[in-house]
C-alpha cells in the first residue's frame, strides 16, 4: 500500500485522510512563514504577516472539515466556515469572534490603502493561534 495515496496512522492509532495531512502541510507552511515573517523589524511586513496567519486559521479549519466529510466550499470568511462545524465542534463557537476579526485579512490587507498596524498584526497572531490549537487538538496533533 502506498502511503501517499491512503490514510495514515496518527496520534491514538486513529487514521488521517491523506487530503486532511495536505491541509495541515499548507497549514503549518503558512504558520511558519508568518512566525517568521513577524520577527522581521527592518522594513515590518505586518500586511504579509497576517496574510499568512489568515490562510494558516483558514487552512486549518478546512483540514478539520476535509477530516470530517464536510464539503468545502471556496470561501475565505473563517466564521462561516466554522458554523458549518459547529455540529462536530461545537465549542469552536467560542472561536466565533476570533474568526470574524482575522476574515478579512484574506483579501482586504492585499490591497492599497490597508494597512496593518503593529497591535493589529499582534491581535491576528493570537487569533490564528487560537484557531489553529483548537483545530490540532480536534485532529489529534
Known amino acids: 500500500m502506498n502511503p501517499s495515496s491512503s490514510t495514515l496512522p496518527k496520534r491514538g492509532g486513529l487514521c488521517m485522510k491523506a487530503s486532511t495531512r495536505e491541509w495541515i502541510k499548507k497549514a503549518e507552511s503558512d504558520w511558519l512563514l508568518a512566525v517568521s515573517l513577524m520577527r522581521r523589524r527592518k522594513p515590518p511586513v505586518r500586511d504579509q504577516v497576517c496574510f499568512h496567519f489568515q490562510q494558516s486559521a483558514e487552512k486549518y479549519v478546512k483540514a478539520r472539515m476535509e477530516e470530517a466529510g464536510i464539503r468545502i466550499p ?57 484557531i489553529r490549537a483548537e483545530a490540532r487538538t480536534a485532529l489529534g496533533l
Open 74 to 130: 471556496r470561501i475565505h470568511q473563517i466564521d462561516q466556515l466554522i458554523q458549518l462545524v459547529l455540529g462536530i465542534e461545537p465549542l469552536w463557537s467560542a472561536l466565533m469572534s476570533a474568526a470574524s476579526r482575522i476574515s478579512d485579512y484574506a483579501v482586504r490587507i492585499r490591497y492599497p490603502g490597508n494597512e496593518a498596524t503593529a497591535a493589529e498584526m499582534k491581535r491576528c497572531h493570537a487569533d490564528a493561534k487560537a
